[in-house]
């Protein structure tokens, strides 16, 4: 059965970091790449970052290139999402899921929150 779970979300004013965890399973993990997606409120989901399997292909959204940066520990079936210069259109929830993996539930994900 396979579970994502998203943690490390919170309430954090502009211009700071937070660092979200993906504990992936129920799949070989190392074998699928990874994205991070977002949802605003009112919006669609967004995919905001990609890692490849082994780690050496990665792909951001204009919108997050250059503050954000994701990363994989294959051996913690873990896809992590470090953020920096937070800003207020970051709010989201935010959730990791395999593109290829179409049929796979999602997880709850984790609430970022940007405000002063």
């Known amino acids: 059965q396979v579970q994502l779970v998203e943690s490390g979300g919170g309430l954090v004013q502009p211009g700071g970091s937070l660092r979200l965890s993906c504990a992936a399973s129920?799949?070989?993990?190392?074998?699928?790449?990874m994205g991070w997606y977002r949802q605003a409120p009112g919006k669609e989901r967004e995919l905001v970052a990609r890692?490849?399997?082994?780690?050496?292909?990665?792909n951001y959204a204009d919108s997050v290139k250059g503050r954000f940066t994701i990363s994989r520990d294959n051996a913690k079936n873990t896809v992590y999402l470090q953020m920096n210069s937070l800003k207020p259109e970051d709010t989201a929830v935010y959730f990791c899921?395999?593109?290829?993996?179409?049929?796979?539930?999602w997880g709850q994900g984790t609430q970022v929150t940007v405000s002063s």
């Open positions: 899921h395999a593109p290829a993996r179409i049929s796979d539930p």
């Open positions: 129920g799949f070989t993990f190392s074998r699928y790449t």
């Open positions: 890692i490849g399997s082994a780690g050496g292909i990665i």
